[in-house]
């Protein structure tokens, strides 16, 4: 098996093209992996998108690949094909870090569910991306790895906490990642980092043993809220991987039964004369006016190109700013997070003061009722509307090693709730909701506009995505570290 491309080309490729290639015997497993590798050592000593990398097993596994492509054998989905996994994800053997001090030399002795699903396809695994501490943050960094930096300018932070995740996608280290996405993991990088990302329906990925192992506090929480989900260059790239990593599975008591449709359909099903809702701050919060422009012009896309009904309208959230936190304080071990703390091993300032807190059972329950009402209020609202359209983010790529942005629109932000609650309602309500690249600021840093479903309609917001994506192209576009390494090569 020979290939004609060369080593940029393969890590311009998408993973659907890549595993094409494989299956035609063009592309040697091998090849790719090496051409990944490459890349990675190019690039990961600045972009940090890495926390371990399993460069050892990787090679094994694209050698086992190709011998399988030579000798005939049935080959799955994922073929050959190189993939990242976020560092909140258990993978037996390799090191899984959770960004914590706690953890820093844990090493799961099973797989996550996806895990096991991804190479049962026949992928091929890189490592481990870097993620905020225990995933309690917007952010690349932790107090055990150095901080991930955005491609597109290394000041930045590429949103978290799949931060290393996106870079690596991102900086075309490897073209399909998994990521999670509790309050918006996924699709805050997919923002700021110029990516396809989709929160599936909860239910639709199980997850195990994440989320579902109490012997670990940092792996036993945000039960109710968590997604497992791709972060892609391409809408198709993460079809494909939905495809392998969906469907039910008696370790989570949430998964759903599988789906009544094809994910590799999904893209291709038509929007045509949809009613879609749009807001650029929810009736009221602060946006960045770059981010503003750049999101209404996109929702018009549908309009102009689609002949869809776009009409400017919110669901009522804005007496609910301050609820995610409360949810994500019930869903977490408690008991087993201020152990943590008492040993001098919890790192992030919010996350320290949670700890030092105390709420009442009437506290958390009435979170929890409060959280009932929002799943009502959506509802209620989506019943007028096939898609919800709005910002992914309220501003683009803040400083790395922050927390947020310091300013909105030029006034300054008072706490890390400041801005757009755009992402954790539908960790809340569980719907389907994908980040779209639909922009670039004056100062190339990528916008993202969030596209929301119905419970349950993941087609309806992969093929919206498609949709965009046909109109609006992104693909194509690469951050200058990236062309600046293949033009030296």
């Known amino acids: 098996m020979t290939g004609t491309k060369s080593g940029d080309d393969i890590c311009r490729m998408s993973g659907t093209e890549q595993a094409r290639l494989i299956r035609e015997k063009q592309l040697s497993p091998v090849e790719v992996t090496n051409a990944v590798l490459d890349r990675i050592h190019a690039l990961d000593p600045v972009l940090h998108a890495f926390c371990t990398l399993t460069e050892e097993r990787a090679l094994q596994e694209a050698r086992a690949a190709e011998a399988a492509v030579m000798a005939g054998a049935p080959l799955g989905p994922l073929h050959g094909v190189p993939v990242s996994v976020k560092d909140l994800i258990c993978t037996k ?3 899984t870090m959770l960004g914590s001090e706690a953890y820093k030399e844990f090493i799961p002795d099973e797989d996550d569910i996806v895990v096991e699903r991804l190479s049962a396809a026949g992928a091929v695994l890189l490592g481990k991306t870097n993620t905020a501490e225990l995933g309690y943050g917007a952010v690349g960094h932790n107090n055990i790895s150095p901080t991930t930096r955005n491609p597109w300018d290394l000041s930045k932070t590429p949103g978290g906490s799949s931060a290393g995740s996106a870079a690596a996608v991102a900086a075309g280290m490897g073209a399909l990642t998994l990521g999670s996405d509790g309050g918006g993991s996924i699709r805050s990088p997919a923002s700021f980092s110029g990516l396809f990302g989709m929160k599936p329906s909860f239910g639709r990925v199980p997850a195990y043993p994440g989320c579902r192992d109490p012997r670990y506090p940092g792996l036993s929480s945000w039960e109710s809220t968590e997604h497992i989900g791709p972060l892609t260059r391409t809408v198709a790239d993460a079809a494909l991987m939905l495809s392998v990593v969906s469907g039910p599975d008696m370790r989570d008591r949430h998964s759903l039964p599988g789906p ?8 291709r099903r038509n929007i045509r004369g949809k009613k879609i809702a749009y807001t650029p701050d929810l009736g009221g919060c602060r946006v960045d006016p770059e981010v503003r422009a750049l999101t209404a012009a996109a929702a018009q896309v549908f309009a102009g190109e689609y002949g869809c009904e776009v009409v400017e309208d919110a669901p009522d959230l804005m007496d609910v700013l301050d609820l995610h936190w409360m949810i994500i304080l019930r869903d977490s071990d408690l008991v087993g997070m201020r152990d943590l703390h008492r040993q001098g091993l919890i790192y992030m300032p919010h996350l320290r003061a949670a700890m030092e807190q105390s709420h009442s059972a009437e506290d958390l329950t009435e979170a929890a009722k409060l959280r009932q009402e929002v799943v009502n209020r959506m509802w209620r609202f989506m019943a007028r509307y096939d898609l919800f359209l709005c910002p992914t983010v309220a501003y683009p790529a803040f400083d790395i090693d922050t927390y947020g942005p310091s300013h909105i629109g030029g ?11 755009s992402l954790w309602p539908f960790n809340h309500t569980g719907q389907p909701a994908a980040s779209v690249p639909c922009g670039w600021t004056s100062e190339g840093l990528p916008v993202g ?5 119905r419970h349950l309609d993941d087609p309806l917001v992969m093929a919206a995505s498609a949709a965009f994506e046909a109109a609006r192209p992104w693909a194509h576009l690469w951050p200058g570290i990236v062309t600046a390494e293949e033009a030296r090569v």
Do not use: H, K, N, Y
């Open 260 to 267: 009544e449709f094809d994910w590799a359909d999904t893209p």
């Open 411 to 421: 006034a300054p932000v008072e706490s890390l709730s400041g801005g757009l609650p």
């Open 93 to 95: 053997g390799v090191r």
């Open 449 to 453: 506009l969030q596209i929301a479903g």
